[in-house]
């Protein structure tokens, strides 16, 4: 706790000192254009990751980035969509996910959660996930089978955010982009699922990113995920 003490009187000190007029805008209300969300892992620190300011993402963090379908779950991840989408009007929404993921690995190990019964329960709405890879990853195992676990999960979860029916009304005028990320936290790349090539990408300096708003084909995406052994490399 120290640590973070001193942290806060370093913000107050300085970040807050620096960016007074901004914190004071921001008292007045929210205006972010992006919802993002990710896992709780403590490695992701997505200001940091993306360079954002304050105001510039409404986040939704939980364990394996997870989005229960529209009315499978009376947790506050429904609540969070609809709020960024109704009261918010973000125009972006990003699943991202990352490396090393431990609810991936709780979600291919079920046996290893006898003592965690409520992280299993919530590994429930990642079902479609494991389903999709035992019955087309069989013949993966370890790093791999986890590898593809994680950049499935990312596609389900942008499927289960289609069954909104705010997502789906914004998205059918146009007026919402989905996007599907991967963090590799080993070397600090991100890579963007491509439906026009089925696999994910690195994101590179260019301007236009790849967009999520069509559903891939499933037999194009799960051929082609660039399965190599690495945390999100594609091919």
């Not at 003490?5 to 972010?32: D, K, M, W, Y």
């Not at 790093?143 to 499935?152: M, S, V, W």
């Not at 936290?185 to 439906?195: F, K, N």
Request: hydrophobic letters at 40%; aromatic letters at 6%.
């Amino acid at each position: 706790m120290e640590k973070l003490v001193r942290g806060i009187h370093h913000f107050q000190a300085t970040a807050f000192s620096a960016h007074r007029e901004l914190f004071e805008s921001l008292s007045l209300g929210q205006r972010p254009d992006t919802l993002l969300i990710t896992c709780s892992d403590s490695r992701i620190a997505p200001d940091l990751l993306m360079q954002t300011q304050p105001g510039d993402l409404f986040v939704l963090r939980n364990a394996g980035n997870l989005i229960p379908p529209y009315g499978a779950a009376n947790g506050g991840e429904g609540a969070t969509i609809e709020y960024a989408i109704s009261a918010l009007s973000v125009t972006h929404v990003l699943v991202m996910g990352h490396s090393h993921c431990g609810a991936m690995k709780g979600l291919l190990q079920p046996e290893s959660l006898t003592d965690m019964p409520l992280v299993g329960d919530w590994l429930k709405h990642a079902e479609a996930t494991r389903h999709v890879v035992d019955e087309c990853y069989p013949e993966l195992e370890g790093k791999d089978l986890l590898n593809a676990a994680i950049k499935e999960n990312v596609l389900v979860q942008l499927d289960n955010l289609r069954t909104y029916p705010k997502v789906a009304a914004r998205l059918a005028k146009g007026e919402l982009t989905m996007h599907g990320w991967i963090y590799e936290i080993e070397s600090g790349q991100i890579l963007a699922y491509d439906p026009e090539v089925s696999h994910f990408v690195p994101i590179t300096s260019r301007l236009s990113l790849p967009t999520m708003n069509a559903r891939p084909m499933a037999t194009a995406r799960l051929s082609r995920l660039g399965l190599n052994g690495h945390a999100a490399h594609g091919d």
